[in-house]
């Protein structure tokens, strides 16, 4: 149908960038999960809603919270250390001490915050409306020995929600688990903003250690009509091999959410202590499983496509011929370092529907039963 050198040169490019982000994407994934980035994300929320301090920038430097080996919910004295040490929280965190859950119910969410400001001396028969109002009046959250001082912006805030309720304690919770989800909607922007960061330094690290360098393979490209032809027909064989790459992606980040959500449910004062001790080890084998197929992808990845790619191209290293060695081609070559660190940060799934386009813009991939039904929905 329609071809071009420039188009083959795109080809060739996006698909070096799809193998790539996938074995970034994966070693992304890994780290995310060993770190426990989402239980302090989460955390993180938990503080801006319930503190007025900016205690966590959410510029570039707070990624490096996300390698800390535990969060930090708040001072002693603080709302959000209060919120974090109620029962409810503190058990889907696990048994240790300094893990957090990584999810937490909208429904869950409204419960504390009722349960914080009626305290837990609270008793079947006392006027809840009454106790709630006096705790906002005494600007004060109470569980326990602890008793912490509302935030004055917090406070002014869930004054308002109590106002707007009309004292009604179920439109309080609903109006609660509404800012709750509001909240979660900009915490995913900011978990999406953190993960595509890291994503970039991992980019650029797996750039360097393969020695994959944008320019390079563009004039490589340009000037070798045969290297064109090999490495289209690798994308398209890619493409036939993998239809579904796309939804396993997404329904493997699906999988790992459900998984760590449910590893951070085992309650530790479940009346039937050793059935929670089964699951808890279940569930931690099943996650320990799957890291284990992230590591063997990896390895998959490395074995088949890259390899296929890098001899195609003359990537990596023990391939580079060139004897300049001078600062000029340096940073030349640190320039298509950068570029392929910036184009795999934008991930997988971006790359494998560029290519999906620009394959059939060239006629080299069938559209499937399914697609077509998914481009006619459109």
């Not at 091999?241 to 449910?262: G, I, M, R, W």
Request: hydrophobic fraction near 40%; charge should be neutral.
């Amino acid at each position: 149908m329609f071809n071009s050198t420039v188009l083959d040169v795109v080809i060739g490019l996006i698909f070096i960038y799809l193998i790539y982000s996938l074995l970034a994407t994966t070693l992304q994934e890994l780290i995310a999960s060993g770190f426990g980035f989402r239980s302090k994300m989460l955390e993180r929320a938990i503080f801006r809603m319930l503190e007025d301090k900016t205690k966590f920038n959410y510029g570039i430097s707070s990624v490096f919270y996300l390698f800390k080996k535990q969060g930090n919910g708040g001072d002693p004295d603080s709302a959000s250390f209060t919120f974090y040490n109620h029962p409810l929280i503190k058990f889907l965190g696990g048994n240790k001490s300094n893990n957090k859950p990584s999810y937490i119910k909208k429904e869950t969410f409204s419960k504390v915050i009722v349960d914080l400001l009626r305290g837990d001396q609270f008793e079947h028969g006392d006027n809840i409306k009454k106790v709630i109002s006096e705790a906002l009046e005494n600007k004060t959250f109470n569980w326990g020995k602890l008793s912490v001082e509302i935030a004055p912006e917090t406070l002014s805030f869930i004054k308002s929600i109590w106002a707007d309720s009309q004292n009604d304690v179920e439109k309080f919770r609903k109006n609660l688990e509404i800012w709750f989800d509001e909240t979660m909607e900009r915490t995913t922007d900011w978990y999406r903003k953190h993960t595509q960061f890291i994503l970039f330094f991992i980019g650029l690290i797996i750039a360097v250690v393969f020695n994959v360098d944008s320019i390079k393979i563009t004039q490589k490209l340009q000037k070798d009509p045969k290297l064109r032809e090999q490495i289209v027909q690798q994308a398209n064989t890619f493409l036939e091999n993998n239809p579904n790459l796309k939804e396993d992606l997404n329904s493997n980040k699906t999988k790992l959410d459900s998984l760590l959500a449910e590893i951070k449910k085992v309650s530790t004062n479940d009346t039937d202590q050793n059935a929670a001790d089964s699951l808890a080890n279940s569930n931690y084998r099943l996650l320990t499983d799957y890291q284990k197929k992230m590591i063997e992808r990896a390895d998959s990845l490395i074995s088949t496509d890259l390899q296929k790619a890098n001899a195609v191209l003359g990537l990596g290293w023990e391939n580079n011929n060139s004897d300049r060695c001078d600062l000029k081609s340096f940073m030349m070559s640190l320039l298509g370092w950068i570029i392929t660190a910036l184009a795999i940060s934008l991930g997988a799934p971006f790359w494998y529907d560029l290519l999906t386009k620009f394959m059939k813009l060239k006629g080299g991939v069938k559209e499937t039963p399914a697609t077509e039904k998914e481009e006619k929905t459109k």
